[in-house]
């Protein structure tokens, strides 16, 4: 697939880190299944993985969490 953001590069299946942050709570995610642009390094996830992440997310803020670092597991 084309890049959207620098319209240059194609996007292949990679693994990036994704940050998330709400209020006082901050989680990152590490080793997240992408598309990834070979140009810009701008990421593309899948609606299963975004909301696998966003319900990380939701949990984090619902245990009062300040920094959460987890690593993606399949």
Do not use: H, W
């Not at 696998?52 to 993606?72: D, P, Q, T, W």
Request: hydrophobic letters at 35%; proline letters at 3%.
């Amino acid at each position: 697939m084309k890049c959207l953001l620098c319209k240059q590069g194609e996007a292949r299946p990679g693994r990036v880190t994704v940050t998330l942050q709400r209020g006082e709570t901050t989680v990152i995610i590490k080793d997240v299944p992408a598309d990834v642009c070979e140009n810009c390094g701008e990421y593309y996830l899948s609606d299963t993985v975004t909301e696998r992440l966003l319900a990380k997310g939701e949990e984090a803020v619902k245990n009062g969490a300040e920094v959460e670092i987890f690593r993606y597991a399949a």
